[in-house]
């Protein structure tokens, strides 16, 4: 049995040439769901299975059924800015970013005001510089000692 070229359906020969006449006047294939609809009925077949919602992140009209797909890829989605946290679209995102990563704030460290842009990088220098820092004071305390303990000896003698 052919298919109908049109509605893509198993036509039997002998009236193959009548359907295909008939069906390519009358009968259109859904693009979206392959099902053979009634011309007139396109539009209406649209409204039902396939709506059109706007995606709210890039306005763009998408098949209904396919929306949540698009809506986890979609490029506009809204992510949290990395240094606030504040969910926004991408594009006033970029600006915010910007903006926000420039304000400065108290490392909890040292107490100095950085960056935000800066302020992982700036943590683990300022832990290092700490650690270093404590280390020296370690040293030159054990030092004190020592020159104490060995300043009373002599002051014994
Ligand atoms: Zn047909
Ligand atoms: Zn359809
Ligand atoms: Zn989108
Ligand atoms: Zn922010
Ligand atoms: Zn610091």
Known sequence: MPDCPNCKKDIPS?????HEAHCSRFIVLCTQCKQSIPKIKKKDHDKEFHK????????????ITEL???????NAKPRPCLYCGAIMDLQSLLD??????????ACDICGKNIVIKDLPEHFQNCIEMME????????SLKKKKNNHTTAKKRGKK
């Open 14 to 18: 002998e009236i193959f040439e009548l």
């Open 52 to 63: 059109k919602a706007k995606c709210p992140y890039c306005s763009e009209s998408i098949d």
């Open 68 to 74: 949540p797909l698009h809506k986890t890829i979609c």
């Open 96 to 105: 915010h970013e910007d903006h926000c990563g420039s304000r400065t704030e």
């Open 132 to 139: 270093e820092q404590e280390h020296k004071e370690q040293e």
